[in-house]
């Protein structure tokens, strides 16, 4: 079978990924629709070697459609996902609006492919936050051997995971600091005192992210944590198990492309680190790059583009009774948005739609 399938979005960065691993992976598509806002209508796109024109989210008929990959903020999918939804065109939605809906299923393939079912109750299937994405990934099998009781996490998150502006911003102030580093060179050689510095300010980020660390994502909370590191809490307890009690603390890092977490796991029994290793190289989704020497692990520099959620650093916590430590990377634009919306619809054209 092949489906008709919509883009929402298809001018950000999320919805060119889309496009660009629908036609990688072969998804089986009849007829494509690319939307966007009155602003960007006509735009362009590159689907495979076609291109595609945007047409008006406004005004599009989603009658007769099998599914809508939402790549947009909350707002517009507040306002258009119901409409695609009553039209009976499935939803698969990005934004965070749907994700703590109890009616909606929030869905990581290789974790909880089965909650798909529960597409039917609004016609709408939630995609996770990006950090929460790879570590559930990581989590699921180890949970399954060997139940996971409390998870203390660590993350250092690019700066695409704010959009474009977060990328932009990075790059000017970056940019900025080493023409007044090259300035400043210049004038000492040639004694002048001249050279102010260049400052670009910062806009979207509280404090400057080019080389600096800002430990502030999403806005704080009553309880002092940001809600950024509540959404991690929230939906692997959705995603994996109610039970499992989780920590975070999130950090925005001045790389372009790539989260990196760093995951302490506490178990209900012993697992070992060996064991644990082999585990995570059979696992779906996963790809274990560990090797005690220099470069043996992975960054977020090689993940670009990658499909896969790399695992690094695994070794045993010997400061906890049953304990195992490790470092987890992955394309927050792949895994952590497109790629795993795209599962998504795989799953949903296998389990649902080809038995319909």
């Known amino acids: 079978m092949s489906y008709k399938v919509v883009i929402v979005g298809a001018t950000g960065s999320v919805g060119h990924k889309m496009l660009d691993i629908l036609h990688e992976r072969e998804f089986p598509i009849s007829k494509i629709a690319v939307l966007a806002s009155r602003k960007s ?3 362009e796109v590159s689907f495979g070697n076609r ?3 945007t047409v008006d989210l406004a005004t599009f008929d989603f009658t007769g459609w099998d599914m809508a990959l939402f ?5 517009a999918t507040k306002e258009y996902a119901p409409k695609a939804a009553a039209a009976g065109c499935i939803v698969i939605d990005n934004s965070s609006l749907y994700r703590y809906d109890p009616d909606v299923p929030l869905i990581v393939p290789e974790v909880n492919a089965e909650a798909i079912f529960g597409y039917s109750k609004k016609n709408i299937i939630a995609n996770p936050n990006c950090s929460t994405a790879q570590m559930v990934v990581a989590l699921k099998p180890l ?4 139940k996971i009781k409390r998870v203390v996490v660590s ?3 690019a700066v695409s995971g704010a959009g474009k502006e977060g990328s932009d911003e990075l790059f000017d102030q970056t940019k900025s600091i080493y023409n007044f580093a090259i300035g400043q060179s210049l004038n000492l050689n040639n004694n002048s005192d001249d050279g102010d510095k260049d400052e670009t300010p910062s806009t979207l980020f509280t404090k400057q992210i080019a080389f600096n660390v800002i ?3 999403d806005v ?5 944590d940001t809600k950024e590191e509540w959404k991690m809490v929230a939906e692997t307890k959705k995603i994996l198990d109610t039970s499992i009690k989780v920590t975070a603390t999130c950090v925005r890092v ?3 492309t790539g989260h990196s977490e760093a995951i302490n796991i506490e178990f209900e029994e012993f697992l070992d680190e060996d064991e644990a290793r082999a585990i995570l190289r059979e696992s779906p989704g996963i790809m274990v790059i560990d090797k005690r020497e220099d470069g043996g692990y992975v960054t977020p520099v090689e993940c670009v583009d990658e499909h896969a959620t790399f695992i690094s650093r695994i070794r045993q916590d010997v400061t906890v009774e049953n304990g195992i430590n490790l470092w987890c990377v992955s394309d927050n634009l792949c895994k952590g948005a497109a790629l795993n919306a795209v599962q998504i619809a795989e799953v949903l054209a296998n389990k649902v739609l080809k038995k319909g």
């Open 41 to 43: 209508i006509g735009t």
């Open 51 to 53: 291109t595609l024109k």
């Open 71 to 75: 790549a947009v903020g909350s707002d």
């Open 143 to 146: 949970h399954d051997r060997a």
């Open 155 to 157: 993350t250092y998150q």
């Open 215 to 217: 430990p502030h994502i």
């Open 220 to 224: 704080f909370l009553d309880s002092g």
């Open 254 to 256: 001045p790389v372009f």
